[in-house]
């Protein structure tokens, strides 16, 4: 079956402007995460869903981030206002269940702010 | 705090040779494991995933994985390494949340393959 699939999986902005990145994660899965990968380094925890409730926003780096799900399927992470050091790769995973389970991860789109 | 130690940044092995990539974690209560792969360009591919139960791990592609709760890690394994198994490799501890579980990474171990 389908992955997760991410869109656009590359983004260039120019320092300033407002950014959207969507996530479609597996059918029926419960569970939406977003995950930022600086270069060089390994993924970090940003934000979770589970079906359109967001539960946790604890790795959110400041208020100009901001992800939705509102039907509990397709996530959109948005940022305002983007700085050079938003410039990563944002992973989105999706898992079936909210308990300890497997996560499954997208390509990742790749976002630089020049 | 819940934490991922990968202290090889770079591996290089020859085509053919046997490989250990290292992973030790920091987690106070019983850890779930795992090990994802990652080429360049792609999105991170589960290999192999530790719960419960049997302490030596199978996983895809040949690799395996043994966790030693007494020194706290979970090192992978492949007896013999082909040219395609040249990507990043992460390890992650699953760490429980109020109703979910959310992954912390190591900062990973980019493995180079040598003709």
């Known amino acids: 079956g389908a992955g997760v699939s991410q869109s656009p999986r590359y983004k260039v902005a120019k320092r300033g402007q407002d950014v959207a990145l969507r996530c479609d994660p597996i059918s029926g899965h419960v569970s939406l995460f977003w995950y930022q990968q600086a270069l060089g380094q390994g993924p970090e925890f940003l934000t979770y869903f589970q079906n359109e409730a967001q539960l946790d926003k604890s790795g959110l780096p400041s208020d100009r981030f901001f992800a939705e799900r509102p039907e509990g399927s397709v996530s959109t992470l948005k940022i305002q206002r983007t700085q050079q050091e938003d410039s990563a790769v944002y992973l989105c995973a999706s898992s079936l269940s909210s308990q300890a389970d497997t996560q499954y991860f997208g390509p990742g789109t790749r976002l630089t702010v020049l | 705090a819940q934490s991922v130690t990968q202290p090889d940044i770079h591996i290089t092995v020859s085509e053919g040779a046997s490989l250990e990539l290292r992973c030790n974690y920091s987690y106070g209560a019983t850890p779930y494991l795992f090990w994802y792969v990652q080429s360049p360009g792609q999105g991170l591919q589960l290999l192999l995933k530790?719960?419960?139960?049997?302490?030596l791990v199978q996983g895809i592609k040949g690799f395996e994985a043994e966790f030693k709760r007494s020194q706290s890690s979970f090192n992978l394994r492949k007896p013999s390494v082909h040219w395609s198994d040249a990507a990043e490799y992460f390890c992650a501890v699953g760490v429980i949340n109020t109703g979910f579980q959310k992954l912390v990474f190591g900062t990973g171990t980019r493995l180079l393959v040598s003709p």
């Open positions: 530790y719960f419960s139960g049997d302490t």
